[in-house]
């Protein structure tokens, strides 16, 4: 199985300051026939399902503000928010999709 | 637009059967890959396993010996029966479209406990 790790567990920013999570995969995640990083951004809140922010490590999905963005490539990765917000704050994912089976990162949550 | 619905059992006695059904509405469950995802209480994400409107399933190897999946595409349904359950096998179980995982059900929490 394909080893997800997040970096760090929880993170304390302030109101409009910029956050960043790391995220480390134990194998190389991109796909060299199509050049693409097969990897996840989630985002999820108290009672919540997870919410697809990033995939393909950089490409936002529809309707996803653009103060979250994904970067990285191979086995090392990073969500950034450039200048945190209320509703901001929440537990966040990564994921790989490279290889079956499926598996996320242990999450970091991101408060105020 | 394409919604997803988990439904079944909220309580699971050990070593008896976990039985979830997801149905779609809003869209057709061809020609895509469906999931099932769960979230043990204060943990991470653990993918179950998938499948494809044909029928093509594919299990996370943690949890194959216990898992079937299947899928009724008249009714645009999906199920996943998880045998010889356990209370670790208690979790919210989500149900999601496995395309980035782009949709997901607001999930049915499942506690096993005699």
């Known amino acids: 199985d394909i080893v997800m790790t997040q970096s760090p567990d929880s993170l304390a920013v302030s109101l409009g300051e910029r956050a960043t999570i790391k995220c480390r995969s134990s194998?190389?995640?991109?796909?060299?026939?199509?050049?693409?990083?097969?990897l996840a951004w989630f985002q999820q809140k108290p009672r919540q399902p997870p919410r697809l922010l990033i995939y393909?490590?950089?490409t936002r999905e529809s309707g996803v503000p653009d103060r979250f963005s994904g970067s990285g490539s191979g086995t090392e990765f990073a969500l950034t928010i450039s200048s945190l917000q209320a509703e901001d704050v929440a537990i966040y994912y990564c994921?790989?999709?490279?290889?079956?089976?499926?598996?996320f990162g242990q999450g970091t949550k991101v408060e105020i | 637009q394409v919604q997803l619905e988990e439904s079944g059992p909220e309580l699971v006695k050990p070593s008896e059967t976990l039985s979830l059904t997801c149905t779609v509405s809003?869209?057709?469950?061809?020609?895509?890959?469906w999931s099932w995802i769960r979230q043990p209480p204060g943990k991470g994400l653990e993918w179950i396993g998938c499948?494809?409107?044909?029928?093509?399933?594919n299990y996370n190897p943690s949890l194959k010996s216990r898992v079937i999946i299947s899928v009724d595409t008249s009714k645009n349904q999906f199920s996943l029966k998880l045998t010889s359950v356990s209370a670790a096998d208690t979790a919210v179980y989500y149900c999601?479209?496995?395309?980035?995982?782009?949709?997901w059900g607001q999930g049915t929490m499942v506690t096993v406990s005699p």
């Open positions: 999601a479209r496995q395309e980035f995982f782009d949709i």
């Open positions: 393909w490590a950089s």
């Open positions: 809003g869209g057709s469950i061809s020609p895509y890959y």
């Open positions: 994921q790989q999709y490279y290889s079956t089976p499926w598996t």
């Open positions: 499948i494809h409107y044909s029928g093509n399933t």
């Open positions: 194998q190389n995640l991109l796909y060299d026939f199509n050049n693409k990083n097969y």
